[in-house]
């Protein structure tokens, strides 16, 4: 780890997105996502299942106030992951136990869209939320609705199935940017509290836990950086470093010994920096991951970084699937054993792309090495973006490769496959989760050091660093013409990369290759116009994934593409396609060469073997983030090739 | 249906196999099998789970002994599928619902071996086992250890869950081979006397249930072919009659309202004449669909039996794994839907074939077709065979087509897929299904009527039928050579099932044939003689099982073979076979000329398609039944075809 590599992404309210394709999905947050999501929270939208989130804090608000009068507050069980009408007492807490975090994420995408348009009413609908949500604070900061509404003397009893950490991590993390958008410190004073609290309570010769599920550590790097105090580095940290202690806390809490490595789910089989693997949940893995990276940066801590490259390095080469989407099964959302990318059974999980890019993010900004941007490219074009409808009214949680709707209908080992997209789930994590990735993805094109501005995506947009005004234009996605803009008051190198899938590429001005960016000296304001050669391709997954032998997928730049029952027939297991086609791009498809094997006509399963006839047919993809977009069909990334 | 079609099979007394192929098996069941599985009955193996089963027995003996003493007796809570020594209480009853069945499974197959060897130490053991277990019965003729020791008064309380019907279904199957092999009456009385309670129980203005687990439908007829008492015939009818009626007993128990089909699991969800696709429980299904057969013969329903029809249609054209094996999903140990045949994640359960071959030999009772020998022979030399070791010490209940031994380590929704098989479990259906299925292998060879003696399987031995003395000399397995000698005393005919693998045979006397048989006119003492050509092939899978798409298995006359590491080396998915190979039979190979792609040694998983290099190799196969008796390895049935 070198200190002079380090660079800094630039903060979402100096950046100013103008991309004919992000201000299109910038558009559909602010206009049908964030609007939706509000009445959501409210409980407002007809037919769909009940968040109960604003209710909660509601409810905790009337506790924290009739505990201030001094009037008796009735306690109910701790006991359940969901509680709803049916199972618990209508005045109890209602929902996940991590409910309360929705609103948290909702308000951190409504900072990000406040940063971009000043928008009165909306920040108005905000500050009404955040009065709810302070309302329900107790005294010394605490601020769960689960804890508060049913019982709190057993606030912290139970951190690895609770989410109070979690919570807290969501509020902190809003507040920032809530603060960071509008000067406001309401809520920022709320989780500062909270924050306080939490660093009296954990450490050494305080309570020895951590987080079930992590996000506390990240939240607390960023309250570190706002506020400059260390003891929430200090208690990150320590999350870290006590996770995965023998004999385990988990197991202390409830009593038992484990003997063998347990708690995989958690990340918490064994120390964070001795972990070479990435198991277990992949959200809260890559959380974890984000969250060392965090502090390796600000600490120096050469173990900690080094473990997150072996890690990233887990993930990318082993874990990741070509539209980088992570956690292969959903018993657990976990990662499975490497090389195992089962397309049909895929969990991949929007939620954990988002996360994903956070880790990329983090890595870049201790050493940029394209790769790692390259990873935050895939996952964004492809996954993340897959997640949301066209219209932004409806969600993907699990991103497959391979659909047949009639397995995610009748095979059990395929019912979180969904063959559309849903509306608001009453565990809403990742539409809000994409919210707020999508209203700050101008924090993930560039980042900036002493000696070096670093364009890592090429959106189009003005970006205030602290050395130099860029502006990008870009047609990256269509031409893969590129052209930047940089004004700078002092002598600076300008790295842009150079995108893995690009294998010819031109600039206007000279340059060097290091670490996959192409490199100049820049003084003053100068221009530089970039062209990556842009065309459809085949991309074969290396054969150690058993799932993909013989198959091939299609590319164009950043995007993987797709075959649909709607524009290729049923059966696209038929299909195979020809490993010397010619590509077209036509009518928003990319055509190419293929065959389609004739469906078997014998009753019987099995005959002597014979070749199968296959007609020639011309194959129509499409970008895979807009699948399922056209009703219940088949889909499928990965192609057979007749050689 | 057509009486004069209708044949019998020849019962096991007039059965005497001398095959080398078989009495090998034979021999492995009764030196090893069945003295193994009396020790574990009375928990005397040590290092495996407990049976507890003779345990239970003796429990209920005593509970007997005190209730006819006027002593007082405890009640325990009949509340779990599973009861051990930490979950209950030390004199409740241990082990699964259904472990009563285990040693009627047991019982029926020393039954079916002292009709073959007299054996006076092995009578004299079983003996014993029926006292004990005729002590545990109740005065009203009930017999179930569970309710016995646990609780009298919830007796057939929840016929969904529990297994009383079913464990009387084996009690009755062993009682009547037990009767037959020795005239000892004792078991089989209380086998009568049992189902005389249950007939006064069930039925129209009795208790209206029906079994959640089938199986006491093909004992009750059972019952009255031996007896003639045509209640039994009537309550089994019942108990089809009732299923899947509206609303359902199982709700009206449970004091519920199911709105949509449910029950699919116990094939409840409609009644069973108006089912046309297998569904749930796989074993449960066969064991419905055999009884169906059974009733539908005996009392000429012609409803009944055009549902058998269609339901064998979709379990062979649709459900079939080539090896036989049915239950594509270990969700229910179910099956899947159409054509959803997933090697790796199957669970093709043993009992499930063995419960198949029930169905296929009363089809073909009931109407001679070859294509239900077929079946028999598919799932007789493949799935059943494969489930036991070759030291008859070990036994898979689950059979796949493909095995990657990390992934049954890694990958929870392959924790079924056992590797290696496994010693006696406490959930041990398959063994001893297993083992009376074999010592009773030679009812499947034969079937006779007044004018016609079929010839099913071709297996050496000596068949006392009715009208005619049959000695089967068999080399089927490796020449395809078979000599028949039919002695018989009075004019009739021989039908020779051509099996259809074999497309060239031929026979030394002139032949018709008829429905996939050879069939000559025989009188007196005739001897034919058959050579079926035997030889390896690859075999297609139907296009419309997605997952053989571009594969090929190979097979050997009645046996598929397949791919073990041991003998092709770690990544079994990187061979393919030459559409054009010569095969060899070698030192118990079948190799063949094939192809390996070189493993890619790129780290990242993506890149740019390129062909493989791909080298010349000499595949091994070895027949599926054996695979897994060298130490846990990769295991596929299914190849790439290089065309």
Same mark, same amino acid.
């Given at each position: 780890?070198?200190?002079?590599?380090?660079?800094?992404?630039?903060?979402?309210?100096?950046?100013?997105? %103008?991309?004919?394709?992000?201000?299109?999905?910038?558009?559909? +947050?602010?206009?049908?996502?964030?609007?939706?999501?509000?009445?959501?929270?409210?409980?407002?939208?007809?037919?769909?299942?009940?968040?109960?989130?604003?209710?909660?804090?509601?409810?905790?608000?009337?506790?924290?106030?009739?505990?201030?009068?001094?009037?008796?507050?009735?306690?109910?069980?701790?006991?359940?992951?969901?509680?709803?009408?049916?199972?618990?007492?209508?005045?109890?807490?209602?929902?996940? +136990?991590?409910?309360?975090?929705?609103?948290?994420?909702?308000?951190?995408?409504?900072?990000?869209?406040?940063?971009?348009?000043?928008?009165?009413?909306?920040?108005?609908?905000?500050?009404?939320?955040?009065?709810?949500?302070?309302?329900?604070? @107790?005294?010394?900061?605490?601020?769960? *609705?689960?804890?508060?509404?049913?019982?709190?003397?057993?606030?912290?009893?139970?951190?690895?199935?609770?989410?109070?950490?979690?919570?807290?991590?969501?509020?902190?993390?809003?507040?920032?940017?809530?603060?960071?958008? *509008?000067?406001?410190?309401?809520?920022?004073?709320?989780?500062?509290?909270?924050?306080?609290?939490?660093?009296?309570?954990?450490?050494?010769?305080?309570?020895?836990?951590?987080?079930?599920?992590?996000?506390?550590? @990240?939240?607390?790097?960023?309250?570190?950086?706002? =506020?400059?105090?260390?003891?929430?580095?200090? *208690?990150?940290?320590?999350?870290?470093?006590?996770?995965?202690?023998?004999?385990?806390?988990?197991? @202390?809490?409830?009593?038992?010994? *484990?003997?063998?490595?347990?708690?995989?789910?958690?990340?918490?089989?064994?120390?964070?920096?001795?972990?070479?693997?990435?198991?277990?949940?992949?959200?809260?893995?890559?959380?974890?991951?984000?969250?060392?990276?965090?502090?390796?940066?600000?600490?120096?801590?050469?173990?900690?970084? =080094?473990?997150?490259?072996?890690?990233?390095?887990?993930?990318?080469?082993?874990?990741?699937?070509? =539209?980088?989407?992570?956690?292969?099964?959903?018993?657990?959302?976990?990662?499975?054993?490497?090389?195992?990318?089962?397309?049909?059974?895929?969990?991949?999980?929007?939620?954990?792309?988002?996360?994903?890019?956070?880790?990329?993010?983090?890595?870049?900004?201790?050493?940029?090495?394209?790769?790692?941007?390259?990873?935050?490219?895939?996952?964004?074009?492809?996954?993340?973006?897959? %997640?949301?409808?066209?219209?932004?009214?409806?969600?993907?949680?699990?991103?497959?490769?391979?659909?047949?709707?009639?397995?995610?209908?009748?095979?059990?080992?395929?019912?979180?496959?969904?063959?559309?997209?849903?509306?608001?789930?009453?565990?809403?994590?990742?539409?809000?989760?994409?919210?707020?990735?999508?209203?700050?993805?101008? =924090?993930?094109?560039?980042?900036?050091?002493?000696? @070096?501005?670093?364009?890592?995506?090429?959106?189009?947009?003005?970006?205030?660093?602290? &050395?130099?005004?860029?502006?990008?234009?870009?047609?990256?996605?269509?031409?893969?013409?590129?052209?930047?803009?940089? &004004?700078?008051?002092?002598?600076?190198?300008?790295?842009? !990369?150079?995108? %893995?899938?690009?294998?010819?590429?031109?600039?206007?001005?000279?340059?060097?290759?290091?670490?996959?960016?192409? +490199?100049?000296?820049?003084?003053?304001?100068?221009?530089?116009?970039?062209?990556?050669?842009?065309?459809?391709?085949?991309?074969?997954?290396?054969?150690?994934?058993?799932?993909?032998?013989?198959?091939?997928?299609?590319?164009?730049?950043?995007?993987?593409?797709?075959?649909?029952?709607?524009?290729?027939?049923?059966?696209?297991?038929?299909?195979?396609?020809?490993?010397?086609?010619?590509?077209?791009?036509?009518?928003?498809?990319?055509?190419?060469?293929?065959?389609?094997?004739?469906?078997?006509?014998?009753?019987?399963?099995?005959?002597?073997?014979?070749?199968?006839?296959?007609?020639?047919?011309?194959?129509?993809?499409?970008?895979?983030?807009?699948?399922? &977009?056209?009703?219940? &069909?088949?889909?499928?990334?990965?192609? !057979?090739?007749?050689?």
């Amino acid at each position: 780890m070198n200190e002079k590599n380090f660079s800094n992404h630039i903060e979402p309210g100096y950046i100013k997105i %103008s991309d004919n394709f992000w201000n299109g999905k910038l558009e559909l +947050v602010r206009k049908e996502v964030i609007p939706y999501q509000y009445e959501a929270l409210h409980d407002r939208v007809p037919g769909a299942e009940k968040s109960y989130c604003i209710e909660n804090f509601l409810k905790a608000g009337e506790v924290i106030k009739k505990i201030k009068e001094g009037k008796s507050v009735p306690s109910y069980p701790v006991d359940k992951w969901v509680y709803n009408e049916t199972n618990c007492d209508k005045n109890a807490f209602h929902g996940w +136990v991590f409910q309360d975090s929705d609103v948290y994420k909702w308000l951190e995408g409504v900072a990000y869209l406040l940063m971009a348009y000043a928008d009165d009413n909306l920040q108005k609908q905000a500050e009404e939320v955040i009065d709810i949500i302070c309302a329900a604070q @107790m005294d010394n900061g605490y601020l769960d *609705t689960l804890y508060i509404i049913n019982n709190r003397d057993e606030i912290f009893s139970n951190l690895k199935d609770h989410h109070e950490l979690y919570c807290f991590g969501h509020l902190a993390e809003a507040a920032t940017a809530f603060y960071k958008a *509008t000067g406001k410190r309401k809520l920022l004073d709320a989780a500062l509290k909270f924050a306080d609290l939490i660093c009296d309570t954990f450490g050494e010769n305080k309570i020895k836990g951590y987080p079930g599920h992590e996000i506390a550590e @990240m939240a607390l790097v960023k309250l570190f950086d706002l =506020t400059g105090k260390k003891d929430y580095l200090k *208690t990150a940290l320590f999350f870290i470093n006590e996770r995965g202690k023998k004999p385990y806390y988990y197991d @202390m809490v409830l009593g038992r010994e *484990t003997k063998e490595d347990n708690y995989h789910y958690n990340q918490a089989h064994k120390e964070p920096r001795k972990q070479t693997e990435a198991v277990g949940h992949a959200v809260r893995a890559v959380y974890l991951f984000s969250a060392m990276a965090d502090i390796a940066k600000r600490t120096g801590d050469e173990e900690l970084y =080094t473990a997150c490259l072996k890690l990233f390095d887990n993930i990318e080469n082993k874990k990741m699937y070509i =539209t980088g989407g992570i956690g292969a099964t959903v018993d657990g959302e976990a990662f499975s054993f490497n090389y195992d990318l089962p397309n049909d059974l895929a969990y991949s999980e929007t939620c954990a792309s988002i996360g994903l890019i956070f880790f990329a993010m983090r890595m870049l900004e201790i050493s940029p090495d394209a790769h790692f941007a390259d990873v935050i490219e895939r996952a964004l074009y492809n996954t993340v973006l897959s %997640s949301m409808a066209e219209d932004g009214k409806a969600f993907f949680y699990v991103n497959p490769l391979e659909v047949l709707p009639e397995a995610s209908h009748k095979d059990s080992r395929k019912y979180h496959v969904k063959p559309v997209r849903q509306k608001w789930f009453s565990c809403a994590c990742c539409p809000p989760n994409l919210a707020r990735l999508i209203t700050s993805v101008g =924090t993930y094109c560039l980042s900036e050091n002493n000696d @070096m501005i670093f364009i890592h995506q090429y959106i189009g947009g003005r970006f205030t660093a602290k &050395n130099a005004q860029v502006k990008i234009e870009s047609d990256y996605l269509s031409s893969g013409k590129v052209k930047i803009e940089i &004004n700078s008051q002092k002598k600076t190198g300008l790295a842009l !990369r150079v995108p %893995s899938w690009c294998k010819n590429f031109s600039f206007s001005k000279e340059y060097k290759i290091k670490n996959g960016y192409a +490199v100049f000296e820049i003084c003053g304001s100068v221009t530089v116009e970039a062209i990556f050669e842009i065309k459809p391709k085949l991309i074969k997954c290396s054969n150690k994934v058993r799932e993909n032998i013989g198959k091939a997928a299609v590319s164009y730049g950043p995007f993987i593409y797709c075959l649909e029952e709607a524009d290729n027939g049923k059966n696209l297991h038929l299909l195979s396609i020809n490993k010397n086609t010619d590509f077209e791009i036509k009518d928003g498809f990319i055509t190419a060469d293929g065959y389609k094997e004739a469906e078997s006509n014998s009753v019987g399963l099995y005959s002597d073997y014979n070749i199968d006839k296959k007609d020639p047919v011309k194959l129509h993809f499409v970008p895979y983030y807009t699948w399922g &977009n056209r009703g219940e &069909n088949e889909m499928e990334v990965y192609i !057979r090739v007749k050689e």
